[in-house]
């Protein structure tokens, strides 16, 4: 997908929402669980009642994986029925991956070509020849690790090299990187001051923020220091949409969070103008 | 697996090598490609071919991924295959994962217990809480990746951050992760002088080798500096092994080559008694 086309999709939906698909049959409501494919089941449900107040979705790799085959075929599924019915719909593979450069080549072609994701989450630990080789994908979007929401982000990520923490000389470096027009970055809201600094490092680059919601992150703040004409941010929210209810009613119930959530982002995208 | 067994099986084949099984539908020999499972075949013909030279595999979870399913498929046919008839062997998902807590649950689980594997590589990004959800698990490894073998591992591990290099710090912080225990650390052979630092940090951890042969490391240089009076050392190999030959010789030139890994490394054990 083109950067164009993702705009164009937040100022048409007046949204900027991400939702996660972090599905996970221990939290899914029970009368899914006769269904042949309960992954599949639920996210197409979910997509169904939501896609209007979204323009992204983004599975957590993690959690189709530990199903083995069948989590690996529910998450196939689930990308099939995102590019067949909403092919606007911006694809998230939440999946943190990296390696070095035919390795990294592997898993671009398993995200971008295998799976048809339009974009896919990196861990920039082992630097330019390991995030290069997605960066080559045409349309495909390579979504750098910088700033995450976790305690343990610091660990390192706020330590100081050469004078500034980590995750800015994670920016500055990968700026230099070729195909870094392709980049975006992962911040935690849960630290929605640091968007200031880190706007004066990538002025541009569209953030995938995770942390709004059950991980307590403030829209509001998020936008006050993230948002930039061109809107540069997709807020994240799984869990607080996807098990808001586990009963009959949980598409609906789905809808409505993603909605209300839509209608705060109404609200900062019409302060654009 | 317990690591003594580990230590037991060294001293027993007179080896400490690591196959990587990083394989490739286009490097295979050609005649493998009408199996019903050319992948499992190829990995099966070196796995017979090579057990009794090496301790450990390492399949590249990218090169299996890169297939989708099929690819997954094979892979824990592999696993079922190694498990069945050599669960001696330490085996090895070279997956470099990482996420937050919860999602790193799901990650371990996925290798340790869907596929079995003894131990799993992790990036250290994101911290303790991203990493100490594998090392929960009782006999199973965390391998982390501290300094890598290639031409990126210059932008961000051998910075320095509180005055030390940072795959330095990640060394020293993660040794007081609760179950550090459970830790050995990927180093690049291509720096092994390196290793005589490394050593002071973590005199004891294994150390995960990569790049000895296609990438250029010698074997002695590594022993020098990283060896252990318990050897704290796996060596790995995978395309110097695997693609020796793509004739219908190439299980038996691969166990030939790997005989002369290992015949490299008994001179290297007997210097230690």
Redesign the interface.
């Given at each position: 997908m083109k950067i164009e086309d993702l705009i164009a999709q937040i100022h048409q939906k007046k949204s900027f929402l991400c939702v996660g698909l972090?599905t996970d049959l221990d939290k899914i409501p029970k009368h899914l669980l006769k269904e042949d494919d309960p992954i599949f089941a639920f996210n197409k449900a979910i997509i169904d009642a939501t896609h209007a107040y979204c323009v992204a979705y983004k599975p957590?790799i993690?959690?189709y994986?530990?199903?083995?085959?069948q989590g690996?075929?529910s998450l196939?599924r689930t990308m099939e029925y995102l590019n067949a019915n909403h092919p606007e719909i911006f694809t998230i593979a939440?999946a943190?991956?990296?390696?070095?450069?035919n390795?990294?080549t592997?898993?671009a072609?398993?995200f971008f070509e295998?799976?048809d994701f339009d974009s896919i989450t990196i861990?920039?630990?082992?630097?330019?020849?390991?995030?290069e080789p997605f960066l080559e994908f045409e349309d495909r979007h390579t979504i750098l690790?910088a700033l995450?929401?976790?305690?343990?982000?610091?660990?390192?990520?706020t330590?100081?090299?050469?004078g500034q923490e980590?995750y800015k000389?994670?920016l500055s470096?990968s700026k230099m990187y070729k195909g870094s027009e392709r980049l975006m970055y992962v911040v935690g809201a849960t630290k929605a001051t640091y968007l200031e600094d880190i706007r004066k490092i990538v002025p541009e680059n569209f953030l995938l923020v995770p942390g709004v919601g059950a991980q307590g992150g403030s829209l509001q703040e998020v936008c006050k220091y993230g948002i930039t004409k061109d809107v540069g941010l997709l807020v994240n929210s799984s869990r607080g949409i996807l098990y808001a209810s586990n009963e009959l009613d949980f598409a609906e119930i789905a809808a409505k969070k993603a909605k209300e959530i839509q209608q705060e982002m109404e609200i900062e995208l019409a302060k654009l103008k």
């Open positions: 972090d957590n993690a959690f994986e530990a199903y083995g085959l690996w075929r196939e939440d943190k991956r990296g390696d070095i450069g390795t990294s592997r898993y072609k398993a295998t799976m861990a920039p630990y082992m630097g330019k020849d390991s995030v690790l995450t929401s976790n305690q343990g982000a610091f660990d390192f990520q330590k100081k090299v050469d980590l000389e994670v470096v």
